[in-house]
């Protein structure tokens, strides 16, 4: 299938995956020279750029739409968490939970850079990620993937527990 250019309008499978129960194995230590760094009320210019570094390649587009206001304003929510994955100091990657809704977290955003996909670290990070979530005891996580995402999404997603419970076909313009 060839690569769509901006400007195409393409048919996108959002698929709704759930987990009602947190895994019975726990996190694994983190690989040599790997952590995750908190990063509470992140500033929206480090939050744009690590957005866009994990998300351009997928097209990630809903938190370039909102206003700088809008996105300090959701940013500085307490109940949304920006966790950024770092590899020997680098920023690899982030998890977005939002915990907005009671009993329940979402995993909102969940992605590697470039240059850090294929090592192994998503399927760690994303343990992690479910770890966190589950630490709140909700009565359930969920999370929104959609064919534009790296083919290994959703199979990495099921592998780690999540469960699809619904799907929805739409259109989407490619930004980019």
Not at 61 to 71: E, G, I
Not at 87 to 105: I, T
Not at 141 to 165: I, K, Q, S
Request: glycine share 10%.
């Amino acid at each position: 299938m060839t690569r769509p250019k901006a400007g195409d309008v393409v048919e996108v499978r959002v698929t709704f995956l759930e987990m009602l129960q947190p895994p019975t194995d726990p996190v694994p230590p983190a690989p040599a020279g790997v952590s995750v760094q908190h990063v509470v009320a992140p500033a929206v210019e480090h939050y744009r750029r690590l957005y866009d570094r994990v998300g351009h390649d997928w097209h990630w587009v809903d938190r370039q739409r909102l206003s700088d206001p809008a996105l300090a304003e959701l940013l500085g929510d307490p109940r949304v968490e920006v966790h950024v994955l770092q590899v020997d100091g680098q920023e690899a990657g982030f998890a977005e939970l939002d915990r907005a809704e009671p009993g329940e977290v979402r995993l909102m955003y969940f992605g590697l850079a470039p240059g850090f996909i294929g090592r192994g670290l998503g399927r760690w990070f994303l343990a992690w990620a479910i770890g966190r979530a589950w630490s709140y005891g909700p009565k359930r996580v969920w999370l929104d993937t959609c064919t534009l995402d790296h083919a290994r999404a959703l199979p990495n997603y099921e592998a780690a527990g999540f469960r699809t419970y619904g799907s929805l076909v739409q259109e989407f313009t490619i930004p980019w």
